[in-house]
């Protein structure tokens, strides 16, 4: 499996940027998570094969995690920015067997793509 996001750049605050997932490979859920300079990496927003989702409370409201009409790219509408949102953005997935569900803990995470940085200016 082979995750590549892109769409990343550099906004001022208000802004919306729309990021992607380029998937190749298979997987049944996939999640944005994002690192911010000298923190951790944190959970954003996840989709499954079955169309469930799940969200930070900081990006219920303002962002929101979509697919393509198959499951090749996955979305990433970031609405609203603010400076706080500046980070390396990063989709991740996994196989599942059973329900599908959008999980949030990083270690549930098996495939990992590289990070675009995002970088909102006040």
């Known amino acids: 499996v082979q995750l590549q996001a892109s769409g990343g750049g550099l906004v001022q605050a208000g802004a919306a940027l729309r990021l992607s997932c380029a998937i190749s490979g298979r997987t049944h859920v996939i999640g944005w998570f994002r690192q911010a300079p000298g923190k951790e990496r944190e959970f954003v927003a996840a989709l499954t094969r079955t169309g469930k989702t799940d969200s930070a409370d900081f990006a219920q409201g303002r962002f929101t995690i979509s697919r393509d009409n198959g499951w090749d790219t996955i979305y990433l509408q970031m609405n609203s920015l603010k400076p706080e949102d500046t980070a390396v953005y990063y989709c991740?997935?996994?196989?599942?067997?059973?329900?599908?569900?959008?999980?949030?803990?990083?270690?549930?995470?098996?495939?990992w793509g590289q990070g675009t940085l995002v970088t909102v200016s006040s």
């Open positions: 991740a997935g996994y196989r599942q067997s059973g329900d599908y569900d959008p999980r949030t803990r990083i270690g549930d995470y098996t495939f």
